[in-house]
Every structure is written in C-alpha cells, then in structure tokens.
C-alpha cells in the first residue's frame, strides 16, 4: 500500500524534496514553499487519514514508515530531503531515525522529538483521547474552532484563526480521529538520543513567537533556525522566508 501524493518532478540529478504537512493538513500544505524550488523533484504527501490518504488507515509510527517507504519506492526516489511540519516532523524525524536509507537530510519544522517522562505521556494520552473522541463525533467546524484556540496558536489572530477553519473544515473526522490516536506524542519515543547519533544533515525551523518550540529546537542537537514574523505555523504565515531558509540549507550541501 502506498500513500496518495502529489510529484512534481524536474532536475534527475538533484536530491528529491519530499514534504509531510502537519495535523489536519494536506498535500497543498506545503506547494508555497515548494514552488520555489522549480530546480528540484519534489514530492507533496498526503499522510494516512489525511486527503487522498482518508482511507488509509495507520496503526503507529512504524506503520506509517512502511507506508512512506513504500512511496517513496513507488516514485523510484532513491535520494531525498525529507521535510515536515509538527505531525509531518515528528513522523519525519521517527523514519529518518527507523530508515535512513537515501536520505540526504532532514528538516522539520516546529515539531516534537518526544516525551521524556511517564506522566508527560500520561497526560497527554488523556488530552489527545479526548480530542480524537470530539473529532470523531463532532461536527468539525466546532472542534477547528476550539482546537485553533490551544497555547501553541496564541499568535494567530481571529481571521487567521477563521481562515483555518474554514480550511480544515472539510476532513473526514472519524479518520482524523483515528491517526491522532495512532501517532500521539504519546505514543512516540523520545527521539533525541537517535538524532543525536544520527549520519544525516538535520535542521530544526522554528517560528520566532513560537516559544514552546523555539525551547525544544534549543534542545537538540541541530541549528535552529527562527522564522521571522511567525508564529507555530510558520510556513503558512511567512512562507518567503521559510523557502530561504531551505534554500540556504541546500547550497550548504
């Protein structure tokens, strides 16, 4: 089985740019960014329960390894950048770890390399159970409603916020129900130990107002690099500046 995606395809002796986009997204998420770079092959995915993956169904991080493994295979891609987003990065980082066979570098962006503690990962079990019950049972304008009102969106503003939703809107809830739980940050390793040993150009991009994660991107063992004018959703709200700063990546290597 492999996942619906979306080639775009130019230079063959280029590194392909394969990019995950985050929670509720989709293939589109990213073709901002990455229409910027016409000189690369580049590969939008859509994630299991997401897009043309709704019907895709995922157990668990592996699973979803397998599942881009298998995509990238079925696109003959052999060299890639992997590039993703909050739940994009997280399962960006978990297969760059698990498989890294033809990866040429890893960039995330305002994602979570995982919990260190066992109540951190208690507690945040409960709080994804119950998102994933709203998103299963409840009409998705309300949950978007709510959910764009978390800590992590403080620096979107009403419209912002409104534009969001009416994006969003039109999942199927029952399958993002279904993938919340399969990959919550609960139920991710902590993968800081495996980046830190890793054979791979790592980056780390962060919005600057977004101070949760700006704190993890000082954690690890990667250059962090701030966004300016963004806040979690940085690609969506300054999309210019996060193409400079893979732009900037990829002439270093």
């Avoid at 992997?82 to 760059?96: C, D, E, K, P, V």
């Avoid at 409960?126 to 304008?141: I, M």
């Avoid at 966004?227 to 979690?232: D, K, S």
């Amino acid at each position: 089985m492999i996942l619906h995606a979306r080639a775009e395809t130019a230079n063959p002796d280029q590194p392909w740019l394969v990019f995950l986009h985050g929670f509720s997204g989709d293939h589109r998420e990213w073709q901002p960014v990455g229409e910027h770079f016409r000189d690369y092959s580049r590969l939008y995915v859509d994630l299991p329960g997401h897009g043309g993956s709704a019907e895709i169904p995922a157990t668990d991080f592996a699973q979803v390894s397998v599942l881009l493994s298998n995509t990238l295979h079925s696109y003959n891609i052999l060299s890639y950048w992997l590039i993703g987003y909050s739940l994009g990065g997280r399962l960006g980082m978990y297969h760059a770890c698990a498989q890294p066979q033809g990866l040429a570098g890893l960039i995330v962006e305002g994602a979570h390399p995982g919990l260190t503690d066992a109540e951190a990962r208690r507690q945040r079990a409960e709080n994804d159970a119950r998102w994933a019950a709203r998103f299963h049972d409840e009409p998705l304008e309300a949950v978007f409603r709510d959910w764009y009102q978390q800590p992590v969106f403080a620096s979107l503003n009403a419209d912002a916020r409104r534009a969001l939703v009416t994006l969003r809107e039109h999942n199927n809830g029952a399958a993002l129900a279904a993938m919340l739980n399969a990959t919550s940050l609960s139920r991710q390793p902590d993968l800081r130990a495996a980046l830190h040993a890793r054979t791979f150009p790592f980056y780390y991009l962060c919005g600057e107002h977004d101070a949760k994660f700006r704190a993890i991107g000082d954690e690890l063992a990667a250059p962090c690099l701030l966004i300016a004018a963004a806040g979690h959703n940085a690609h969506r709200e300054n999309p210019a500046a996060v193409a400079d700063r893979l732009a900037h990546i990829l002439r270093l290597h």
